[in-house]
């Protein structure tokens, strides 16, 4: 969560015409020593 603000600002740098859905979770460690983990969701035409 320290680096809340910093992933934030990179997150407006590439959705700046839309502002999709956004999911936190604070944990102690991720699995390999990840620092971020992602979540996606899309739509198909």
């Not at 910093?6 to 020593?33: M, R, W």
């Not at 990840?34 to 198909?44: E, I, N, Q, R």
């Amino acid at each position: 969560m320290a680096a809340y603000d910093e992933i934030n600002a990179v997150y407006e740098q590439h959705f700046q015409e839309s502002d999709p859905a956004q999911t936190t979770v604070g944990v102690c460690e991720l699995l390999g020593g990840a620092s971020v983990t992602l979540d996606a969701v899309t739509a198909l035409e």
